[in-house]
């Protein structure tokens, strides 16, 4: 966790994406939470990963953000980080 959190925090660059952040964060605990369970139940091994998404606050956005990539209104509105905003994370 606070590997993906320092890792969002050098990704938050003017011109970087709430999608490119959410997704580094998730890229980073699922590569890490892979490296620690590895026990098999049954000869079978367990999928692990994140039980809710890397969320994203810019400013004034109250709730967290998590948007899909696979949203087309998203990658219309979605924004984009600039010098001066405010961002909070919550992986």
């Known amino acids: 966790m606070n590997l993906a959190l320092t890792g969002m925090v050098s990704q938050c660059v003017p011109g970087a994406t709430v999608i490119d952040l ?3 964060g998730t890229t980073v605990i699922d590569t890490q939470a892979s490296k620690l369970f ?3 139940v049954k000869g079978v091994a367990i999928e ?3 039980a809710f998404p890397v969320c994203v ?3 004034e956005i109250v ?3 998590s948007p899909l990539a696979s949203q ?3 990658r219309k509105i ?3 980080l600039k ?3 405010v961002v909070s994370s919550w992986p």
């Open 22 to 24: 959410c997704q580094f």
């Open 38 to 40: 590895t026990k098999k």
């Open 48 to 50: 692990r990963g994140v």
């Open 57 to 59: 606050s810019v400013n």
């Open 63 to 65: 709730c967290n953000l």
């Open 72 to 74: 087309e209104l998203v």
């Open 78 to 80: 979605c924004l984009i």
């Open 83 to 85: 010098t001066g905003l």
